[in-house]
């Protein structure tokens, strides 16, 4: 029989965590590889610059060379560089991103200088070497790593691992997330719903938020508010990753999730069903015939905040990550917040930053049906259980909404 007791969030994301393990890796093109998570570090097969090259447009010299008129003897330009040997006295126009010549290394940048016909007067004598010069390996040299194990991949860093001369990329697997809506009032999006009837906005804001953390959503059927449906669905699934399902967490006559973990199935075993937070204390986790299963409660608003505390939770350890809790922030309330209860409670509410703080302010409402306040909100405030009152002008803990969650 299991335990009627609440267990902490903190027990809650231990327990979850220790039945998965980082999952197989695979190759991508690069250009299919947009936040995905590498799963070993890459390291560069070149140089980057190859060689030395200029970084503005002018002419270049040796550095040897303490002359003042030099014979232009040809150009360098990107793409196009200039073969030849530049001896003493000669100078070579070249352009921002070209190859340096042999024979030069440094670069008189064109406003220092009076061209006269086929040669060059300098403005300026003092110069010195590589000046105006990205030497070879600059950025990064053949062997350095470019993508560290465990980082994500985003717009910013592909154009290092192009540069590199790498197009294949080791990552960790996408996870297969099944999606399960659950009861008799719930129809598909889309439809023209009765008075009896809502749509089914739970698997819409699932499959967003599963792709937003990295997983595949695969959108199972709705099922009724009976055991028979509900298994039968689940039975068809079992190949996923995880099993993730709303509504029938909860205890009443029609939710029957936790009824199918106490038939006697191989494999099928309930962890625990009741989370010490709010919103969101119906939260049932376990496996049912070897797949794990995390059911979240039907209300739109638990679902999302469970979601962003424990999906995220199991999606970071089966990339390999090593943290599992979003990352804490700290803000000036705008408005005062009263004392806690036993729950931990994860307030909606909006943070800005201006030049000196960050300033949150708590919405008045925080009921957990209201989905239009969710999506105003851009953070949730985090209340420690017993926590005690917290003034207006204080300082209190967030965390912030992933971008696109």
């Known amino acids: 029989m299991l335990n009627n007791e609440f267990i902490s969030v903190e027990e809650a994301i231990k327990k979850i965590v220790t039945q998965f393990d ?3 890796d695979e190759d991508v ?22 060689t030395n090259v200029s970084s503005m447009d002018g002419f270049a010299i040796s550095s040897d060379n303490k002359d003042s008129f030099f014979k232009i003897v040809g150009e360098s330009s990107a793409g196009n560089p200039y073969t030849g040997q530049v001896r003493k006295k000669e100078t070579v126009a070249i352009y921002t991103g070209a190859h340096l010549p042999k024979g030069t290394n440094t670069v008189i940048i064109q406003e220092n200088v009076k061209k006269k016909g086929s040669y060059i007067e300098l403005i300026d004598k003092t110069y010195k070497k590589y000046q105006f010069v990205r030497k070879k390996g600059l950025d990064f040299k053949k062997g350095d790593i470019v993508l560290k194990n465990n980082q994500v991949i985003n717009s910013r860093n592909v154009a290092s691992i192009a540069m590199s001369g790498n197009f294949w990329i080791n990552v960790v697997r996408k996870p297969i997330i099944g999606i399960l809506s659950t009861g008799n009032e719930i129809s598909k999006v889309g439809n023209l719903t009765g008075k009896n009837q809502i749509p089914s906005g739970n698997l819409v804001m699932l499959s967003s938020i599963v792709k937003t953390l990295g997983g595949i959503p695969r959108l199972l059927p709705i099922a009724e508010d009976n055991k028979k449906s509900l298994k039968k669905i ?14 029938g967490a909860s205890v009443g006559r029609y939710d029957k999730l936790k ?8 494999n099928t075993k309930i962890n625990f069903y009741k989370v010490a937070m709010r919103p969101g204390k119906p939260l049932i986790f376990g496996r049912y015939k070897g797949t794990p299963l995390l059911g979240l409660p039907g209300n739109p608003v638990s679902a999302g905040v469970c979601s962003l505390i424990f999906l995220n939770a199991i999606m970071n350890k089966m990339k390999g990550k090593k943290s599992f809790f979003p ?5 000036k309330l705008s408005d005062s917040i009263s004392s806690n209860d036993r729950r931990m409670d994860f307030m909606r ?5 201006n030049a000196v703080e960050t300033l949150l302010t708590p919405f008045k409402k925080q009921d957990s049906s ?4 969710f999506s105003q909100a851009n953070c949730l405030i985090i209340r420690q259980p017993y926590e005690e009152k917290i003034n207006k002008g204080q300082m209190a803990k967030f965390i912030k909404f992933p971008i696109l969650f």
């Open 22 to 24: 980082k999952l197989e």
């Open 29 to 50: 093109e690069l250009t299919n590889s947009l936040g995905r998570v590498s799963a070993e570090p890459l390291f560069s097969k070149t140089f980057n610059p190859i």
């Open 234 to 247: 689940l039975e068809k699934n079992l190949d996923c990753n995880l099993l993730l399902t709303t509504g």
């Open 259 to 266: 009824s199918i973990f106490q038939e006697k199935n191989k």
């Open 327 to 331: 990352k804490v922030f700290e803000g």
């Open 349 to 353: 509410a909006t943070y800005i930053v």
């Open 370 to 373: 209201m989905t239009s306040l």
